[in-house]
């Protein structure tokens, strides 16, 4: 069945909401509506309730334009007091395809540029309480150009997507009050709208791609999210349900050039896994109202992370920040370089009282030269082995736990080993160095480098007031080539 049969033109021009409401209403049961290329203009929302429906288009052309021509356009010409959606869907296991939405009185860019608000592009929704009611909403290769907010289930269940792009002034996914899999495949938030600098700057202070209420068990692969204020947040609820999202699992994501990766700020316990997460933070847009950082948690509720092959590079503050008593981060096979860009002492991991890390295999390059520990705080972490890499030019006045050993409240024995290349002179340090005893960090003797040795590290002891290894104050001098590593791996359980 095509639009065309009930009098849609498509030409921009003409109101085709009542000949699409229309050919909506005459579908049957699993019924195809097939849309030919062309802008549909819209002057109100168009409601779907017939199950197993498809609305399916031409497709859709990637090129960065305000002004879509090519393919299957839904053309929002009206104000979300008008209604609140382009699409709203209260049938069960409905799907769109091959299609854009897109608002044609978005204002021209400009400095101090803000958008006009829309309506939802599409919204799946089941009332609560209701039996059914926007469950199976299916997304596939859809595009959302200029809108508030792209796709939003809410109170559906088993949303699946398969392809959605777009740059929203809202999340391009909003999901809350699902309480059954959602999955997410092949996401991506670009500059399909405009690459103008003010555009940009609006969207990166403000805007996350991707923004989860209630949501139970999510899975997402191949989610790719550029220039946004978060990649992902966590965030407070709308249901009565009460907050969280738990058992999330995640693979081959990518946040870049955002202020913050993952924002967990939910009303409830979260709990995620994930492997191949990349983070890389920026500040091309004015200036963070706190410091970048990779992961953050800024709720009081607990989260669980387990995450394996983590990068992140470029936050201002710590990569990952975990503060509330309860939660627990698992992190193997990770990669932290350039954090502590405004140089003001962060953590590349801070787990504050009650937070218990466990540490893999971690590598750790330091920001700008400075002597920043790499752990932080006055929770638990524990070390299976790490690398830190310094400068090629150091100042050591002392060498902080995170700099030879862990932190205050790390547990095991540690084996630690300094090593030197291409550096020309250790100059003014008294060696062998020793731990101070009156800290009760145990003790260990560091004689010329290369150099290892065994340390005690103890479980329960207040983070230090000045540096554990005394009687260090040299300079490390190389060419361009020079690197110093410092290696941690526990040997022992004490």
């Known amino acids: 069945m095509s639009v065309k049969w ?90 769109f395809e091959n299609l854009e939405i897109w608002p044609n009185y978005q204002p021209a860019a400009a400095s101090g540029w803000t958008p006009v608000a829309t309506p939802n592009a599409i919204q799946f929704y089941r009332s609560s309480g209701a039996a059914t009611g926007g469950d199976d909403g299916r997304i596939t290769n859809v595009m959302i150009r200029g809108m508030s907010i792209g796709v939003y289930y809410f109170g559906a269940d088993r949303g699946r997507v398969q392809g959605l792009y777009g740059q929203t002034f809202g999340p391009l996914l909003n999901v809350d009050g699902s309480y059954d899999v959602l999955k997410v495949h092949d996401f991506h938030y670009w500059v399909f709208f405009s690459s103008d600098t003010n555009i940009l700057d609006y969207v990166q202070q403000n805007i996350s791609s991707i923004y989860f209420g209630r949501v139970d068990n999510p899975e997402m692969t191949n989610i790719f999210s550029f220039n946004c204020h978060e990649g992902l947040q966590y965030g407070p609820t709308n249901t009565t349900a009460g907050g969280g999202s738990q ?165 095991g024995r540690v084996a630690v080993s300094v090593t030197a290349t291409g550096y020309t002179t250790w100059s003014s340090g008294t060696l062998p160095v020793t731990y101070n005893t009156a800290l009760l960090w145990g003790r260990a003797t560091l004689g010329s480098l290369p150099t290892s040795a065994a340390v005690d590290i103890f479980d329960g002891q207040a983070a230090p007031t000045s540096p554990p290894v005394s009687g260090v104050s040299g300079e490390l001098y190389a060419a361009s080539t020079g690197t110093v590593y410092v290696d941690y791996e526990v040997v022992g359980v004490l």
């Open 247 to 411: 058992r999330g699992q995640f693979a081959n994501v990518c946040f870049d050039n955002c202020y913050y990766g993952i924002v967990l700020a939910s009303d409830g316990l979260v709990t995620f896994e994930a492997s191949n997460l990349a983070i890389y933070c920026s500040t091309s847009a004015g200036t963070a109202t706190a410091p970048t950082r990779g992961i953050y948690q800024v709720s009081t509720q607990i989260a669980n992370a387990q995450i394996t092959n983590f990068d992140c590079a470029g936050s201002q503050g710590e990569a990952i920040r975990f503060t509330v008593s309860g939660s627990l981060l698992q992190l193997d096979n990770a990669n932290i370089e350039s954090y502590n860009q405004v140089n003001n002492n962060f953590n590349a991991i801070y787990a504050d009282t009650g937070v218990t890390a466990q540490i893999g295999s971690i590598s750790v390059s330091k920001a700008n030269g400075n002597n920043v520990v790499p752990f932080g705080g006055s929770g638990s972490i524990g070390i299976a082995s790490r690398r830190t890499q310094y400068a090629n030019y150091e100042t050591w006045t002392g060498i902080y736990g995170g700099d030879i050993a862990t932190m205050a409240r790390c547990f």
């Open 6 to 95: 009930f009098g849609a033109k498509g030409d921009n021009t003409t109101d085709d909401t009542t000949a699409i409401q229309n050919a909506i209403n005459a579908l049957p049961p699993s019924g195809v509506l097939f849309v030919p290329p062309g802008r549909y203009l819209l002057s109100n929302q168009i409601t779907i309730s017939t199950p197993g429906v498809a609305v399916i288009g031409a497709g859709w052309s990637s090129a960065v334009t305000v002004t879509p021509t090519a393919g299957t356009i839904f053309v929002c010409s009206f104000a979300p007091s008008v209604a609140a959606n382009v699409f709203y869907v209260t049938g069960s296991n409905i799907g």
